[in-house]
Nanobody, 127 residues
Framework: QLQLVESGGGLVQPGGSLRLSCATS????????IGWFRQAPGKEREGVSC????????NYEDSVKGRFTISRDNAKNTVYLQMNSLKPEDTAVYYC????????????????????WGQGTQVTVSS
């Protein structure tokens, strides 16, 4: 059974950092592209970042460019999202998601592109 479990969320002050982890099981991570999404109260779920199955292609939502970095460690079956210079507007539940493509460089940030989802981890940025 394919599973994704997020961890690493919490309460952090503005300007602080967090590293989210997405631990995967039940499938071979090497063949899947992974996305990070977030959903704030009263808002739609939005794409934050993605990484292709090859790891050579990444994409970021404009508001997180230069602050967030996505990476993957297939040997550990884990994908990471390093979040620096956090802002109050980054407050949300963060989800990781996975799916497959024939292209090893495919990396979408649209919700509908993903079939497999984790349960989410809360990130709160507040002083």
């Amino acid at each position: 059974q394919l599973q994704l479990v997020e961890s690493g969320g919490g309460l952090v002050q503005p300007g602080g950092s967090l590293r989210l982890s997405c631990a995967t099981s039940g499938f071979t991570l090497d063949y899947y592209f992974i996305g990070w999404f977030r959903q704030a109260p009263g808002k739609e779920r939005e794409g934050v970042s993605c990484i292709s199955s090859s790891g050579s292609n990444t994409n970021y939502e404009d508001s997180v460019k230069g602050r967030f970095t996505i990476s993957r460690d297939n040997a550990k079956n884990t994908v990471y999202l390093q979040m620096n210079s956090l802002k109050p507007e980054d407050t949300a539940v963060y989800y990781c998601a996975a799916d497959r493509s024939d292209s090893a460089d495919y990396c979408p940030v649209q919700v509908y592109e993903y079939d497999y989802w984790g349960q989410g981890t809360q990130v709160t940025v507040s002083s």
